[in-house]
């Protein structure tokens, strides 16, 4: 079960994630997220059961206006791989997810290894998932044109942690884009 927290998480964070607001031009930035937090181990010793950090609740209301103006499918694609310390990541989580200012604050803290309580339904509607296949390949299909979020997850093939790694792309109708979701 814990190793498809990162995916889980992921997805349900970028359920509409902005951290850097859209741009007029074109542009791919790469946000990673190193370590994620541990279990307290002075607790696990106190009470003989692993600490879990409890959600942090959402500030920022679900935009219904914001949303209702996206597009839920398209014409739009995105393909690549999801390779962590130069080595593929087989089986892994991909999301993309559009790019809006209800998760600002969702992605902050998940990117700091915090996690919030899940997202809205109708925010999870957005958002397209897939797995990687065993070389680590990836496609998403039916995206409509806007900025989106391609995140990937998966354990680290050398240490093992949990990591993230998410590139804000810019689609067009029918375009298809080809993104290297590397760290």
């Not at 206006?65 to 499918?73: C, P, Q």
């Not at 969702?106 to 897939?130: F, I």
Request: overall charge negative; hydrophobic content about 35%.
């Amino acid at each position: 079960m814990k190793r498809y927290f990162p995916v889980v998480l992921v997805a349900l964070a970028l359920a509409g994630c902005e951290v850097v607001p859209p741009a007029p031009t074109e542009r791919i930035e790469v946000i990673e997220r190193g370590e994620t937090q541990r279990d307290d181990p002075q607790e696990t010793r106190e009470t003989g059961r692993d600490a879990t950090p409890s959600r942090a609740t959402r500030e920022v209301a679900f935009p219904e206006d914001e949303y209702a103006r996206l597009e839920k499918h398209g014409s739009a694609a995105v393909s690549g791989r999801l390779t962590l310390s130069g080595r593929a990541v087989p089986n892994a989580g991909v999301s993309v997810a559009p790019v809006t200012r209800y998760s600002a604050e969702a992605a902050e803290k998940a990117l700091a290894g915090v996690a919030v309580e899940p997202a809205d339904p109708r925010a999870r509607e957005y958002t397209h998932t897939t797995r990687t296949d065993g070389s680590g390949y990836f496609r998403v299909t039916g995206l409509p044109a806007g900025e989106f979020y391609v995140s990937g997850a998966g354990p680290d093939p050398i240490t093992g942690e949990p990591r993230v790694v998410i590139r804000q792309v810019s689609l067009g109708n029918g375009q298809q884009r080809e993104v290297d979701l590397s760290r």
